[in-house]
Nanobody
Framework: QVQLVESGGGLVQPGGSLRLSCAAS????????MAWYRQIPGKERELVAR???????KYAESVKGRFTISRDNVKNTVYLQMNSLKPEDTAVYIC??????????????WGQGTQVTVSS
C-alpha cells in the first residue's frame, strides 16, 4: 500500500514562509502526478499545486507566484514552498499521488495532512 507522509506544517505570521514535505513509499516515477491539496472546514478540498511525472506544473490562481511545487526523485519526496503567506492560506494541506488504471482512469492516494495556520 502506498504511503504518503507529510511534514512541515505549523504556525506562521502573515508574510512568512513554510516548506511542506511529502515522503512517498514508492518511486515518484511510478505516479502520473503528485499534488498538494488543501482543506478548509466547511469548504471543498482545493487543488493547490500539481506536478506531472515529467515536470509540468500547475497552480491554483490564488497561490500563483507565491507557492512552488518541486520534487526530489532520489528521496521520493515532493515539496511545497509557500511564501508570502496570508491568513486565507490557513488549512490542512494534504499530499496526493495519482495513478491511472488500464482504462486510463485516474485513482488517488492521500496523505493524512499537515496543518498550516497563518496568523499574527
Amino acid at each position: 500500500q502506498v504511503q504518503l507522509v507529510e511534514s512541515g506544517g505549523g504556525l506562521v505570521q502573515p508574510g512568512g514562509s513554510l516548506r511542506l514535505s511529502c515522503a512517498a513509499s514508492e518511486s515518484l516515477f511510478s505516479f502520473e502526478a503528485m499534488a498538494w491539496y488543501r482543506q478548509i472546514p466547511g469548504k471543498e478540498r482545493e487543488l493547490v499545486a500539481r506536478s506531472a511525472r515529467w515536470g509540468s506544473s500547475k497552480y491554483a490562481e490564488s497561490v500563483k507566484g507565491r507557492f512552488t511545487i518541486s520534487r526530489d526523485n532520489v528521496k521520493n519526496t515532493v515539496y511545497l514552498q509557500m511564501n508570502s503567506l496570508k491568513p486565507e492560506d490557513t488549512a490542512v494541506y494534504i499530499c496526493n499521488a495519482e495513478r491511472r488504471d488500464t482504462d486510463n482512469i485516474p485513482y488517488y492516494y492521500w496523505g493524512q495532512g499537515t496543518q498550516v495556520t497563518v496568523s499574527s
